[in-house]
């Protein structure tokens, strides 16, 4: 049997230059809760994407969890959440016995503002700075955007949207870490830096990687003091310790900041290399009859986290998941968009509205590798491995 070389999908790109920052942590002894590193690593994001603050915690997840808890989120609420996500995005909806209300997606694969608008307008009434919900009878208090896989939401329009009802904004921007706005009201805004407060995730597969690990931004000062008080479990009183609410074990450790603080000045250089490669496949791609890579907005600088590949099996002579099988088994690491988050067990009772396009999406595309550490030659591989069709038998 042929050796295949192994491509992976997404993997972290690490310099022995994080070996002083770790070895720092080891003989000083702060490898957890405590140390300059984490300060340092909030302080770098913070001047990064230009907000006065921000603060750490343990990964994007719990970011989100905190985020809608200092929001007032609670049992009853009901959050509008996309259903073209990673389920971690919803799943802290539940966490507070809230429950979200699905929408669909728009080209990019964001979140449909016009379908948005609609439900808001023609489901919902408002009165008395509420949405409600002509269905359920709740009140609706917020909006989770996620720009999916760094290419950015249309936010200018639910910004519009959140002044006329007076919602909550939390943007999921864990994907997006150094994407922004070229054109319109919020050129030169960072996405997670718009809405009311924003979250980022430094998990293995993302741009930049603490191994773990989570962020949270926000303008209003108030809102980030909460998050870190709830954060280091609503401690009060060090000595005594005293706890004056429900908190959560949500820090992020000192060895993971150790990593972050040299992984974001290689921010730019990453972005860089994921752009010369995106544009590599889009070169070759659009000679591919049957397949299309999905491009990322020309009025915003991305950060081309994930390359997204929609494959037409009437043009191409396979499908999807055919494909996804003989890519695999080259070692070229691909994977299938993920199931629609309303699709998903724990969310079957809860209601959705017009979901149409996100079906197209998750039956037709696959992400393929997209590694900030990618050589040409490896982007090479895969695209004669587009280009065969695929005929090699799996073995």
């Known amino acids: 049997m042929k050796e295949f070389k192994v491509i992976p999908l997404s993997v972290p790109n690490l310099s022995s230059d994080i070996l002083g920052n ?22 770098k994001i913070a001047k990064y994407v230009g907000v006065n603050r921000a603060v750490s915690c343990q990964s ?89 896989f760094g290419n950015l939401a249309d936010m200018e329009k639910l910004m519009d949207i959140k002044g006329k009802y007076n919602l909550k904004i939390i943007e999921d921007a864990t994907e997006a870490l150094g994407s922004y706005y070229l054109e319109g009201k919020y050129a030169g805004k960072y996405c997670g830096t718009i809405g009311d407060i924003g979250v980022y995730s430094f998990n293995a597969n993302k741009i930049i990687t603490t191994g773990g690990g989570g962020m ?4 209003n000062e108030k809102l980030l003091e909460r998050v870190e008080f709830l954060g280091l479990q609503a401690k009060t009183d060090s000595l005594y310790s005293i706890h004056d609410d429900i908190g959560y074990n949500y820090r992020m450790i000192n060895i993971q900041a150790a990593f972050g603080v040299e992984q974001i000045h290689r921010l730019e250089s990453f972005i860089e290399a994921k752009i010369r490669n995106y544009n590599l496949y889009k070169e070759a791609i659009k000679n591919i009859e049957g397949l299309t890579l999905l491009p990322f907005r020309t009025d915003t600088r991305a950060n081309y986290w994930f390359y997204s590949v929609i494959v037409d099996k009437e043009k191409y002579g396979i499908d999807r998941d055919e494909l996804l099988r003989k890519l695999n088994s080259r070692n070229i690491q691909t994977r299938p968009l993920w199931r629609l988050t309303h699709k998903q067990k724990p969310y079957l009772d809860n209601q959705s509205f017009k979901i149409e396009k996100a079906f197209t999406f998750e039956e037709s595309l696959i992400n393929i590798p997209c590694s900030t550490n990618l050589r040409e030659e490896d982007v090479e591989i895969v695209i004669d491995a587009l280009k065969d069709n695929m005929q090699t038998p799996i073995k």
């Open 22 to 43: 770790i070895q720092e942590t080891i003989e000083t002894g702060w490898v957890s809760t405590g140390g300059r590193f984490i300060k340092e690593f909030e302080e």
């Open 60 to 148: 994007g997840t719990a970011g989100l969890h905190l985020a809608l808890r200092v929001l007032d989120i609670g049992a009853g609420d009901e959050v509008i959440v996309p259903t073209l996500t990673f389920i971690a995005a919803v799943n802290p909806v539940k966490y507070l016995k809230a429950e979200p209300i699905f929408m669909d997606c728009d080209d990019t694969l964001n979140m449909d503002m016009s379908k948005l608008e609609d439900f808001l307008e023609n489901r919902c009434t408002y009165a008395n700075e509420k949405v409600i919900n002509k269905r359920t009878g709740r009140q609706i208090k917020a909006i989770v955007v996620v720009h999916v």
């Open 216 to 219: 949270v931004v926000s303008s």
